[in-house]
Antibody, heavy 120, light 107 residues
């Protein structure tokens, strides 16, 4: 079973770029027909889907974040990454990486989450 | 974009009670609806996908139903370990929007 682990800075300054990496273990990221994605949760609030990348390379982003988000995959390191530019305090929260299956299969595997605080 | 509305936003019930949470989509989504359970400080856990298919390892007291725009998550007999926030998510087309969540507590 695939396992996920987020990593990256826990503190980011306003206007800078938030960068997180998700390391996949238990299988190859390049040989699996999955969507590799990110979901976030502001403190005390609900879940927000950020975006996903299909294993073929197609990307899908939340319309509200599309202008600031990039999701990419590094198959040599079995990792995928999130970059969110021009952050503000509203981007503070726990960021989860996750795997979504194809067809009727939903988001079935999640990382433990990484808290990112945007503050000067 | 399709909006997902859950109700109620919170509920309190006794151990052994039957609990029902509803999720309504602003447009039809066929059966592309999932339910997640999130306990404090933990990542969400998939309970049900395709509106009514129980994820492997999830207790059978959880069940889902519905299609199109109206969906239901039912806990047939509430247990203390079911205290959590529950979210629905539609995933027919992107964006894969979540409902706002329903917090379940023990009375």
């Amino acid at each position: 079973q695939l396992q996920l682990q987020e990593s990256g800075p826990g503190l980011v300054k306003p206007s800078e770029t938030l960068s997180l990496t998700c390391t996949v273990s238990g299988g190859s990221i390049s040989s699996s027909s999955y969507y590799w994605g990110w979901i976030r949760q502001p403190p005390g609030k609900g879940l927000e889907w950020i975006g996903s990348m299909y294993y073929s390379g197609s990307t899908y982003y939340s319309p509200s974040l599309k202008s600031r988000v990039t999701i990419s995959v590094d198959t040599s390191k079995n990792q995928f990454s999130l970059k969110l530019s021009s952050v503000t305090a509203a981007d503070t929260g726990v960021y989860y990486c996750a795997i979504t299956g194809t067809g009727v299969l939903a988001t079935h595997s999640w990382g433990q989450g990484a808290l990112v605080t945007v503050s000067s | 974009d399709i909006q997902m509305t859950q109700s109620p936003s919170s509920l309190s019930a006794s151990v052994g009670d039957r609990v029902t949470i509803t999720c309504r989509a602003s447009q039809g989504i066929s059966n592309y609806l999932a339910w997640y359970q999130q306990k404090p400080g933990k990542a969400p856990k998939l309970l049900i996908y395709a509106a009514s298919t129980l994820q492997s390892g999830v207790p059978s007291r959880f069940s889902g139903s519905g299609s199109g725009t109206d969906f239901t998550l039912t806990i047939s007999s509430l247990q203390p370990e079911d205290v959590a926030t529950y979210y629905c998510q539609k995933y027919n087309i992107t964006p894969w929007t979540f409902g706002q969540g329903t917090k379940v507590e023990i009375k």
